[in-house]
């Protein structure tokens, strides 16, 4: 099984279409978004092609396909509109006899972890920035933001596949490794 993840999309219908081609690209199994589907929020600018109710249905066309987290910036008429749940603070997702914590970071957040143990996995986006490391044991990772890096990182996704999670670069970036910004081996 390969999973795709994505954050803080923010209402951007051309980010959010290159990311749907990766998933496509990627052939992968589910899109695993973490937060801030539709909104850009107050402290962010508006992205290119802000564009909520398009975002919504290039969403709700694979709903089926899709786990999803509220964000700070998703609210409860959000739920209205997408075909998929999107008002838990956090799933958790079973995978090779771990578990996969997912949320958007606003609530729970790597310095405020949830219960976890050895080799579980705590996914959050909201930070808008990639990271992927290990702390006591727990996998902590933040596939990046699709809209709005911050800290001078690129456009970035995360991919799930075989025990290595690998966050990519949405756009083609010479300066990285076929696409691949950060990679960890689940093991």
């Known amino acids: 099984m390969k999973l795709f993840f994505i954050a803080d999309i923010h209402g951007s219908a051309l980010y959010l279409d290159k990311a749907l081609k990766r998933f496509d690209e990627e052939k992968a199994d589910w899109i695993v978004i973490l937060g801030d589907e539709l909104y850009h929020g107050a402290r962010n600018p508006l992205p290119e092609r802000y564009e909520p109710k398009t975002v919504t249905a290039m969403l709700n066309a ?4 899709i786990i999803a987290v509220r964000g700070n910036c998703d609210s409860e008429v959000d739920s209205m509109v997408l075909d998929f749940p999107l008002m838990s603070d ?33 996914l959050y986006g909201h930070t808008h920035v990639p990271v992927a ?19 001078n990182s690129p456009r970035t996704y995360g991919v799930l596949e075989d025990g290595i999670f690998k966050i ?10 076929n696409g691949v910004y950060k990679s960890i081996e689940l093991r």
């Not at 694979?62 to 396909?65: D, E, I, L, P």
Request: charged letters at 25%; glycine letters at 6%.
């Open 90 to 122: 956090y799933s958790v997702v079973l995978w090779e006899n771990r578990r996969l914590f997912l949320t958007h970071g606003h609530i729970f957040a790597p310095d405020k972890l949830p219960p976890l143990a050895k080799g579980d996995v705590f």
């Open 168 to 177: 990519k670069t949405l756009e083609s970036d010479a300066l990285y490794n």
């Open 62 to 65: 694979r709903a089926q396909k």
């Open 133 to 151: 490391y290990e702390k006591d044991g727990v996998f902590i990772i933040n596939p990046g933001s699709v809209t709005f890096p911050k800290e």
